[in-house]
């Protein structure tokens, strides 16, 4: 939680610098205590394997969260019985009414497609205009997040030689940035993505902030501050064997794919992969949800509609 002092005190601005979670005293007067509404617009066929883990990282903030779980109306996913989707989720056009203080879109297994190419591009297209006006704060993941990028900065991706899969190193380079509060200066991060935008590209646009690079990978996170959005280009949500199961399935497919990089202790198949990430998924999640929970309004219904 952040700490609360008052407007003028001559802290404030050194704290703010340092990335310290500070909140105005005229902030904390108006703010009052109500669940924040998350939206989960879910892309990836497995629902069920995303869905949890995406909810685990929410559900370690210590602030109420309803969370929504959200489908595509157009496009009928195979690896989720209907019966899961008809309890569980909802589609865009039942939830388009409502106000959302955040909203969270996952990944997809369509990254090699061009993007006008993917079967419900028009209508993920509607959801990415609609957050303009029913979202205080997205938080886009992998192919989510390269296809909201192209289609609010026109940011390009290309396609690999090799898949990016391991767990490569990162480089923090915005220790001040509220989103990266308590994160090393070096970490790790799963990759998994046959394509990639790049460096160059994001800091062509200046409006886009890059925060977290990796040398072999490319960029990683990126934020547009005026909307509040995130881009996680990676996947810090994996579990510990998500990269263990897409190898297998790979290969059992008869697919040409490497061994993920620095995932098996000794590049070792057969033993127990480590989870060197969980740390930084949780604080990515916790300081995103926090940061949510600072600006948002009281009033759902005053999203949009202006500066919080």
Known sequence: MPIKIPDALPAFDTLVSEGVAVMRESDAIRQDIRPLQIGLLNLMPNKIRTETQIARLLGASPLQIELTLVRIGGHTPKNTSQEHLISFYQTWQEVA??????????GAPVEQLPFEDVTYWDELSSIFDWTRTNVHSNLFICWGAMAA?????????YQLDAKAFGVFRHRNLAPASPYLTGFADDFQIPVSRWTEVRREDVLDRPELDLLVDCDETGPCLMQHAPARNLFMFNHVEYDSFSLKEEFERDRAHGSTIHVPFNYFPDDDPARQPLNRWRSHAHLLFGNWINQVYQSTPYDLAAIGQGPA
Request: hydrophobic share 40%; net charge positive.
């Open 149 to 157: 990028a192209w289609h609010f900065h026109g940011l390009p991706k």
């Open 97 to 106: 009414h409502r106000k959302f203080d955040g909203f969270l879109v996952t």
